[in-house]
């Protein structure tokens, strides 16, 4: 398996854990979540399935409510949620 591709797996299963671990810490559901990300609980679990497939229509409001904060970055600026 390639460098990068192992990467990847591991960035998907660090995502993964974190939106777990707030779901633990809130005592949330996969339908809590579901309902916070304003998607069916079947696309839940294919979203966690592949966290990369999250659009952020979908994603940060689970953000907000699991107080998560992500930072995206840019050459000349960055946006911090």
């Not at 390639?2 to 779901?23: C, H, L, P, V």
């Not at 069916?40 to 979908?58: A, D, G």
Request: aromatic letters at 8%; a positive charge.
């Amino acid at each position: 398996m390639s460098k990068f591709k192992n990467k990847f797996e591991e960035t998907r299963g660090i995502i993964r854990d974190y939106i777990q671990g707030g779901m633990a810490k809130k005592n949330l559901k996969p339908k809590d979540m579901a309902a916070i990300a304003h998607i069916t609980e079947r696309t839940w679990y294919s979203r966690m399935k592949q966290p990369e497939t999250f659009t952020l229509k979908e994603l940060i409001p689970v953000l907000i409510k699991l107080d998560i904060s992500i930072k995206i970055y840019r050459k000349d600026e960055d946006l911090t949620c």
